[in-house]
């Protein structure tokens, strides 16, 4: 039987070293989520996994179906759920290649499906949204990457809406709000995954300072194919730790 933890990759898929043993054809009744449901080996546990912007066709930030995947990995069981996003650092020191299991997260995104109980028949609900990423999967992050010889920050993701990324005001803007970090994909994933009752932590890596960050203002692109490759190394490592620990630790209830 699978596990209750589940994964939800990004931008850099390809760079992320997984091992898809299994894909799966899957309708929600918020339709058809970004990609088949697939099983993704790692360390011996087979994990359901979406992959957020899709395998054949590139799905930008602001159209990812977010009800439809967290919907499929509930449906497959998934109660603890990572997300893994690039991110833009903020942050002063905060350099491209970089982990971070951010604490909390400002929602600057307009427009987005953010909730299941928005439908006529459905029931609305005022989650609890003041911790909102799971302390304890995100703190296993943190230890797992740490374990891993990798330094990772905590600290505030601002989600944007994109796909464009920010003008040096707008980061400005994000900074004086305590923004650390930059991403576009962690709402309304965060929140979808707290209406079904999932635990969700981040799981980020930076691969580039944040608009008008560069000390040296590296163009954002250039910075982005420099560290991405490293970046997802890291992300492979710490999830190859993280998932059997995670699970010996805290087994399926
Ligand atoms: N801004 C928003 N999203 C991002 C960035 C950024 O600088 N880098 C990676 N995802």
């Known amino acids: 039987m699978s596990p209750d933890l589940g994964l939800i990759v ?13 894909k799966e054809p899957v ?3 918020f339709g058809a989520p970004s990609s088949q449901l ?16 899709g395998v054949e066709h590139w799905i930008a930030p602001h159209r990812v179906n977010y009800r439809a995947n967290v919907r499929a990995l509930h449906e497959a069981g998934v109660r603890r759920l990572i997300g893994v996003n690039l991110v833009g650092a903020i942050a002063a020191g905060f350099e491209p290649g970089t982990l971070a299991a951010p604490e909390q997260l400002i929602d600057y995104t307009t427009g987005r499906e953010a909730s299941f109980g928005d439908g006529d028949d459905l029931e609305t609900r005022h989650v609890d949204f003041t911790v909102p990423f799971d302390p304890i999967l995100s703190g296993a992050i943190a230890a797992a990457a740490v374990d891993c010889g990798h330094s990772i920050r905590r600290g505030v993701y601002g989600v944007t809406q994109g796909p464009r990324l920010e003008t040096a005001a707008e980061i400005d803007r994000l900074e004086r709000d305590g923004c650390t970090m930059v991403g576009m994909t962690a709402m309304p994933e965060a929140v979808l995954a707290r209406e079904l009752g999932i635990e969700y932590a981040v799981l980020a890596v930076a691969v580039n300072h944040a608009a008008g960050r560069s000390p040296g203002a590296a163009p954002i692109h250039a910075e982005i194919e420099q560290s991405l490759t490293d970046g997802m190394a890291r992300v492979t490592d710490v999830l190859s730790r993280l998932v059997p620990q995670f699970l010996s630790i805290r087994p399926k209830p």
Not at 13 to 22: C, E, F, I, Q
Not at 44 to 51: E, N, P, V, W
């Open 10 to 22: 990004g931008s850099g898929l390809s760079a992320l070293d997984l091992d898809v043993v299994g």
């Open 27 to 29: 309708q929600t009744p």
């Open 38 to 53: 697939l099983t993704v080996a790692i360390a011996d546990h087979r994990l359901a996994c979406i992959a957020r912007h």
